[in-house]
């Protein structure tokens, strides 16, 4: 593909004044975007601007708050007119163990990653939106993926941040507007705080940057609401995989003591779905296959109850929290019914003791977790179970959603989640024993129309309980996530009647009984999804993913040419890590990761001919006796007085060096040249031809070519192929020559490749002959037959020998091989100079059979510098060439 170009378009990166930021900022400038570099600090966002327009790029520095999203964008309108992409990704880092972490520093985490993201996608959208183009690149985390150590707070953030991304995604769709999750792994002053040097070094942030570039290009792969983990080359599409469940009979045989009966039919993940949407799951499927069971659920014994426990209900007061609360108080338990509404509260709370149960309200809002501990602690001694279930909905449209929408669901929702996990951490730790049920949803897992808000809380708190789960385990502290689909007060704003009545909360409750029992010795860190008396486990799935070599290069053109392999969950490689250190492992495999060097690899080279440049054709033998050696030599002009050429029995019988272009010429042939645009073989022009001799040519044997090509230039109108075969010995393997030939194709350029070429030093050397008189000038009548007799050496194009052809091509009678007029050329410096290790030639014009070739040469230290004319014409034919001199001489060499 041609590379891509990112020219007209306008970028917004966040916390671009280094790290991954600036990375991405360089390379967008550099493909030729308009780059708005915002970071708060002034000082680096300007550094980044400036290396930009000194490289003659545009960007302009935004210094504000990624929380005022309105300024960083209207930068971006007041600099260049419009904005067309954005990346969020400033962050921060306030790491710290969950029972030492402040309210301040899990607020200020969700505001810089969070609420930031939110802000500045907000007022970029109906920009986005008018234009029917947008693309949005969140950043998350393994952390947040997975959930990790001391970063409760980072992981919360993370994870919703890839649920926002689904949901944009599913809004965005209808006006081209596309949004991706990220999970990078790079080189950053956040990273520097938590990894070691030896493994930064490793963590380059130019091995994420082009992944983002081919994400957000107009022509870029549609991973709209996808997640991808990338780092040190590797990368990894994941996505999530639900086991098929367990179907439950919906009566009072449904228990905590029947869920634990079933619970590897639950867990189990033969023939598992992959959801991508919350309407890839039907509930009412669900209900009626439960419908269909006969027989009770079978019970495990000892049953599971709760007789001592405390357990905290938030948002008690009605539906699935109700249920919860009733089912505990009917096992034992003693029950916190947490609700803001008094009335509701208290109506459970009698109703419980009404049934001989014992209870207590704590009135407040979730958000108030001290409070609602301390009514446990007063009223009953302790507190052993959490389930955090209290919620509200702010339904919108993203363009429509206010500021207050977001943060009253993020609030209640997360906020108070965290506030009620802080509060009963120092007890569970205290006891060794605790169990935190968290409600996530499908929402926060598939994303949803219009609950943008919604769907990135109910994430976040998937990301939070991960964490608490692995800070949890050593005190015998468990943390899990339920998805419940059931009919509430709340899905009553979204949800049919006949739906709502269906989907009962009380076929919620016994998995949430099951996961909060110190019968539940092993689950921890998971998600279960349930509804309608199913329950089903998901979790997930990470493709095998696809290594870059680390020591070259990455460009977008590369990562499109390979999305296949890192997106493929069905080649055998796809695995389910379920912590941050599982996934970065096959990131750190591929540190080791390096290509052979190519030295003629080229990142400027769009990835066709990149591939081409791979895509060598097989070797090509060439077996050759003294009598073709003999052949050469007098094709390029050698006579019955040159017996050290002519004579196979002289004892000092060897090839003219020029014999190296016979060898190899089958083989340069049979290089494809398709992958240009409009190739045509017949617009092809021998341009240039360079041949250096590596060692002493054997006048007999068989000698192995091995043709690639190793640079293409886009001319504009025409383009530049430089080829290189290499010529060994079969038997020794010793390389004799390599030769490069530069062709022109006319009509096969402007593919967005190279524009100037490498220097290859004598290859490519100017050789301009100094403004003086020759050192030396040697006249030579080429022979009417001189094309004839060149070509059973082996280029036999018609072109040399039948008239017609020579027409065809402009030519007022057949031309002489242009390799036949460098031979002869070679042959007088020879003559003049003695053996040279190298040559290099530039064809400009055509020798017609029987015309004088007059080659003028300068001795310029090791080299000769020469020009050869048509007499007859005046016409230079051979230009910008030269020898290289050979010291010592080398002696011939025979087989």
Known sequence: MSQLSFKGLTVVVTGAGGGLGKAYSLLFAERGANVIVNDMNKAAAQAVVDQITN????????????????????????????????????????????????????????????????????????????????????????????????????????????????TLAREGEANNIRATAIAPM???????????????????????????????????????????EVGAGFIAEIRWERSNGHVFKPDESYTPSAVKEAWEKITDFTDPEHPELVTDFDPYDKCEAAKEIKEPNPQSNPPVRFDGKTVIVTGAGGGLGRAYALMYARLGANVVINDFNAKAAGAVVDEIKQAGGKAAAAVCSAEDGDAIVKVAMDTFGGVHVLVANAGILRDKSFGSMSEKDWDDVIAVHLRGTYKCCKAVWPIFVKQKFGRIVNTCSQVGLYGNFGQANYSAAKAG????????????????????????????????????????????????????????????????????????????????????????????????????????????????????????????????????????????????DPEEIAAA???????????????????????????????????????????????????????????????????????????????????????????????????????????????????????????????????????????????????RGPATAANDPPKRQPDAIVEEKTLPQQAALYRLSGDINPLHIV?????????????????????????????????????????????????????????????????TKVKERDSVVLAAAGVTLREPATAKAKL
């Open 55 to 166: 490289a003659g790029g545009k960007a302009a520095v935004n210094a504000s708050n990624v929380v005022d999203g309105e300024a960083v964008i209207r930068t971006a309108l007041e600099a260049f007119g419009g904005v067309h992409i954005l990346i969020n990704n400033a962050g921060i880092l306030r790491d710290r163990s969950f029972k030492n972490m402040s309210d301040q520093e899990w607020d200020l985490i969700q505001l810089v990653h969070l609420k930031g993201a939110f802000a500045c996608t907000k007022a970029a959208w109906p920009h986005f939106k008018k234009q029917k183009f947008g693309r949005i690149i969140n950043t998350a985390s393994a952390a947040g993926l997975y959930g990790n150590m001391g970063q409760a707070n980072y992981s919360a953030a993370k994870m919703g941040l890839v649920a926002f991304s689904k």
């Open 186 to 228: 790079a080189a950053s002053k956040m990273t520097e705080t938590i990894m070691p040097p030896e493994i930064l070094a490793h963590l380059k942030p130019e091995f994420v940057a082009p992944f983002v570039a081919a994400l957000t290009h107009p022509d870029g792969p549609d991973a709209s609401g996808k997640v991808y």
């Open 461 to 604: 708190i998937l990301g939070l309980t991960r964490t608490l789960s692995a800070e949890g385990q050593k005190n015998n502290i468990f943390a899990n996530c339920i998805v419940p689909v059931a009919g509430t007060n709340m899905t009553k704003t979204v949800w049919d009647k006949e739906m709502v009545e269906a989907i009962k909360p009380d076929h919620v409750a016994p998995v949430v009984g099951y996961l909060s029992s110190d019968a539940n010795e092993e689950t921890t860190g998971c998600i279960f999804e349930v509804t309608a008396g199913w329950a089903g486990q998901t979790r997930w799935q990470r493709a095998g993913g696809h290594g870059f070599p680390v020591n070259t290069p990455l460009t977008p053109e590369a990562i499109i040419a390979k999305w296949d392999a890192f997106t493929d969950f069905d080649d055998g490689r796809a695995t389910n890590p379920v912590a941050a250190s599982e996934a970065f492992q096959q990131i750190m495999e591929n540190f080791s990761n390096e290509a052979a060097v190519d030295p003629y690899a080229d990142p400027e």
């Open 613 to 759: 440049k791979r895509d060598a054709p097989e070797p090509v033998n060439y077996e050759y006796s003294e009598r073709d050696v003999a052949l050469y030599n007098v094709g390029v002009g050698a006579t019955e007085n040159d017996l050290q050429w002519t004579y196979e029995g002289h004892e000092d019988f060897a090839a003219i060096p020029t014999f190296g272009v016979i060898p190899q010429f089958t083989a340069s042939s049979s290089v494809n040249f398709d992958f240009l645009p409009n190739f045509n073989p017949a617009m092809l022009l021998h341009g240039e031809q360079y041949l250096a001799i590596k060692g002493p040519i054997p006048t007999s044997g068989i000698l192995v070519n091995k043709p690639r090509i190793i640079e293409v230039l886009d001319k504009g109108k025409s383009a530049s192929i430089t080829t290189l075969v290499e010529t060994s010995e079969k038997d020794s393997g010793r390389v004799i020559f390599e030769s490069m030939s530069t062709v022109v194709v006319r009509g096969s350029g402007g593919f967005g490749g190279k524009k100037k070429g490498s220097d």
């Open 803 to 867: 008239p017609e052809f020579a027409a065809m091509g402009g030519f007022e009678k057949p031309i002489l091989h242009g390799l036949c007029s460098m031979g002869i050329s070679a042959k007088h410096i020879l003559m003049k100079f003695g053996d040279f290790q190298d040559i290099k030639v530039r064809f400009t014009g055509v020798v017609y059979p029987g015309e004088t070739l007059v080659t003028l040469m300068w001795k310029e230290g090791n080299k000769v510098l020469f020009v």
